[in-house]
Structure formats: structure tokens, C-alpha cells
């Protein structure tokens, strides 16, 4: 049967309570979510230094984990995985000692260590209570990873190529047949991806070209052992984590998010981020089969999930559930806050009404970080230059906010043209995109021209080295942001295109222009005239901070 589309809207709207998601802000003060039990019923909080709590679905609680001063994974069981201080812990000249604390439990049961080793963690659990981490040499030499077996009440180091260079077991499947960690290359001294099936290490290789290379660190198993992700993919086209078949060995890279930190059992729906925790703005994404990889953000907004629009999601996605329909990460809400999140709904498949004729919902943006988030490290899609500060993308604790005059439409970055006092300045953002073939394309986007005063500054806009839009600097100041929107349907072929924003000021006067969320839709979006600030600030206030 073909639905019209209003039958099928009307069946949509029908369903859409059973359907929608769901975002969920998590309590615990200073929370970092790390991984989910497989069955999503459970997930493990951690609160640096004082352990954290247990997330519980059934009742929407989060209990309070005492005892440990780490808290890492967790099972179908709800058992988390940690450790407890000793003589005042490792970080007070005591040690840490393995512990689980299982659901229920008053205190958390230490684990014994391996021998001839001292001050370890746990950072994984399988649901027999078999567990894998991180344990250190006597002489603090070097770490070692290791596994306890439940069944055998027995603890061993676990077999590396390398066993004299660091290593650690960071993720046990649910029947604890699979580990996932990591064992440094004695010649590069980077981690190196391991993979454990039945205790015996192997070690992924990535093929590009005729050469071979180790993959990155092994960050999580799936729950049933199928898959394994984890970071840093040697890729020649830019930063990248990767995805292993446990069973076929084939090895498949994820673009643009070169941190993995979960998988679901299908396979089909990894999360991840951006860059390293203390390197901000380090972005939530998530990584699918159908779409690629994507901001966090951006997905929600696509499932029609609301998220609240202060949140600058300054963290990373850490963990999901087996069927992959749940996900939590955690944010930078302060300089100093940090708050964990829940969003249900991830995988909720499009209504079967559009098997059967009807096309559904428009594909989605073809560029990638329309934010530029994960590209303010120099990694991502988005290329930039600039002739006084090397690149135009900021974030306010790189950039300053020019006294108010500049700054992001939505997250923590955005492209910034000029800010340049007595100097010239020309710089460039651009990314190559393939835009779909067929119907009307725009590209969209935000501008804000926050500082004027008199200069020749004009951003340009091109296709392929060829112009199709240019802003040249207003008599006053925008007091924010407005969108802007070009018809580049001559270019909708399905084939590549570079799209470019080039900004221009020859005479050493500063100007502002701020630039964000960056998109190419079917649509043309209602445009609204700038509503002009009062006064244009100082110059003084208004250039860009040095790098």
C-alpha cells in the first residue's frame, strides 16, 4: 500500500509518542558518564577522586557508588568496576586496589592483585564478575594490563607482544570472551590497538597505499563481543577512529571522529568525540551506517529530539547500549562544571509506512562539522587560513570575544574573519562537499558582522573558485547573528564541489565577521533583515586575542 504523504505524516503524529526521543540531564555533581551494561538498564558515573554512582533506568535514580575513588565500567548486573584507596591512595603516597561494587552492596569487594605488581584499576566487568584493567610493576617501571578470571578466582597479566612497554585491558564482553586495549609500540612509543579473543593478543593493521600500519588504542567491545572501536586510524584523509569485525577481521575507518568510545551489538551505531578531554572544545559525535558521522547535535535535531539550547556539549559521547537505541556522554557546563546526559531514542527506525512508496524525510547535511567544532584542532573537514593569526577558527578561550563584538551562534566555535588592528588581513574556510544531485540547494548559513569602522573588509563566498554571494561591510554593526542563504543549485550534480568563505581587509582596519552552522539543505530557510546594534565596540575591545 502507497500512503499519500499526509496519511503518512497523520500516522506519524499518531506514533510519535512511542516513537520520539528523549534527552535527559543527569544529577550527579561533577559527573562524567562512562559506559552503559549492555542491556541498558545500568550506567556507571564517574566523579573524579571520590568515585560517582549508578544510573538506574527502572527508577531513573542515580545511586550513589561509596567506597571507590575510580569508577569505570559496569554489567548487566549492575556491577561497576573501580577502585579503592589504600593508606590514603596513590595519589596521597598509599596505593589503589581493584574493587566491584555490585548492585545492592553496602561497600565494594576488593580483588586481589596480580603478582609482583601494585596499584591497579578496574576499568571493565564482565557480568561473571570477570574483570580487566591496569596494574602497575613494583618498582612503578611499568603498566601492565591484566584479567581476573571469576570462574577460577585467579589474576594474571595478560600476554602482549610487548610486555615490556605499557599496556591495559580497557573493555570485556559480556561473557568476557573479548578484551579491547592497548600495548605502546616500542618504536614510536604511541598505544597501540589490542585485541584479545580467548587471552591470545592480536593486533589491528590498517592497509593505505602499500604500507601497513597499527591502529590506535581499543576503547570498547560490544556486549556481545562481535565488534571493537577505538582511535586515532592512520587515515591519509584526516582524523579518524576505527571499527573491527571480531569475527571477519575486516577493519572499517569512521571519518571525522578520530575518538571511538562504544558500539552497539549490530555493529551499526558507534559514539564517540572530537579530541582529547583536556584540549576544548572537544565535541560529542556519533557515527552510523546510513549517515556517517555526525555532531551529536545535529543527530537530535534530525530525530526531532529536543536538547537544551545552552548546552554547549563541550565532552564527549561515551557510551551506548546494546540495541543501540540509548546513549550518554557528558559536557563542560563552567570552566570547572561538568554534567552527565542521557538521550533515548537513537536508533528509532523511520515508520515501515515508508517501505512502500513514500520518500520520507529530505537526506541529510552533506557538510560535515557545520560547526566547526571538530575542526578547531586542524583535524577536521574544514581547512582555514589567515594571514595574522595562522587559521580563522576560534573558540572564546583561544580567541577572547572581541569585547562582545564576536563569538559562536550555537556550541563553542566558530569561524572568525578579521580582528586584525593596523594590519592587512585575508582568511579562508573551506571544505570540498558533494552536493546531492537533483531539486534546489542552498547553502545556509549564520553570519554576524559585529565590528565596522570604515574598512574595505568583504567575505566572499565561492563554488569551486567561482563567486556566488559576497557581504561587503555594513555602515553599522549587526548586534547578532542572521541567517544567510545562496541558491547554488547549478551545482547540485551529486559530484564534489569546494565551498569556500574568503575574507578580504587591505587598508589595516579592524572589522568582525563570525561565522557558524554551516549547512546545504533543499530548503531555503525564512530570512529576516539584521537588526543593527547601537554602536560599533572600541577597537580596542573588539580585535581578536593571539593564539
Known sequence: MRLTPYAAAITLIACASAQAGEFIPLQTELGQATKFSQNGEYLSIFVNGSGGA??????????????????????NLGTVSGSVPVG??????????????????????????????QNADVYDVSDDGSAVGLTWATDWSVARAYYFSASQNAIAV???????????????????????GWNDDPTTGFRRGVVWIGLVPTYPTATIGADTYNVGEASAVSGNGQWVVGSNYPSDTGAASWRLNVQTGELTEIPVMPFAFGISDDGKTVVGASGFFDVPPRAAYIWTEEGGSQLLTDYMTAKGIEYPSDWGFE????????????????????????????????????????????????????????????????????????????????????????????????????????????????????QSVTIPAGGPQYLNFWLWIGAVNGSDSVLTVSVDGTEVASYPEPP????????????????????????????SETAGIMSNYSLD????????PTLRAPVRASKTPDAATATRKRH
Open 315 to 430: 565532552g564527549g559521547l561515551t557510551a551506548i547500549s546494546g540495541d543501540g537505541d540509548t546513549v550518554a556522554g557528558w559536557t563542560r557546563v563552567s570552566p570547572n562544571g561538568l554534567q552527565s546526559f542521557i538521550v533515548t531514542g537513537i536508533s528509532a527506525p523511520a515508520d515501515s509506512i515508508f517501505k512502500d512508496g513514500f520518500d520520507g524525510a529530505p537526506p541529510l547535511n552533506p557538510v560535515l562539522d557545520s560547526g566547526f567544532e571538530q575542526s578547531l584542532g586542524g583535524s577536521g573537514p574544514w581547512a582555514s587560513t589567515s594571514t595574522n593569526f595562522g587559521v580563522a577558527l576560534c573558540s572564546i578561550s583561544m580567541c577572547g570575544d572581541g569585547g562582545g563584538s564576536a563569538g559562536a551562534h550555537s556550541g563553542s566555535a566558530w569561524a572568525w574573519f578579521g580582528g586584525a588592528e593596523e594590519a592587512a588581513e585575508e582568511s579562508t574556510v573551506s
Open 88 to 117: 590514603g591512595g596513590a595519589d596521597n603516597g598509599g596505593t589503589d586496589v581493584p574493587a566491584l561494587s555490585a548492585l545492592g552492596a553496602t561497600a565494594p569487594t576488593e580483588m586481589p592483585l596480580p603478582a609482583d605488581t
Open 517 to 524: 552552522d554551516v549547512t546545504i539543505d533543499a530548503t531555503q
Open 476 to 503: 553599522e554593526a549587526e548586534a547578532g547573528y542572521t541567517q544567510r542563504s545562496v541558491d547554488i543549485s547549478a551545482y547540485a550534480d551529486g559530484a564534489a564541489h569546494t565551498i569556500e568563505f574568503r575574507y
Open 54 to 75: 549508578r544510573w538506574i533506568r527502572a527508577t531513573g535514580a542515580e545511586e550513589p557508588i561509596s567506597g571507590l575513588n575510580s569508577l569505570n565500567g559496569i554489567n
Open 158 to 180: 595478560l600476554p602482549v607482544d610487548d610486555p615490556d612497554e605499557g599496556s591495559r585491558g580497557n573493555s570485556i564482553s559480556a561473557d568476557g570472551s573479548v578484551i579491547a
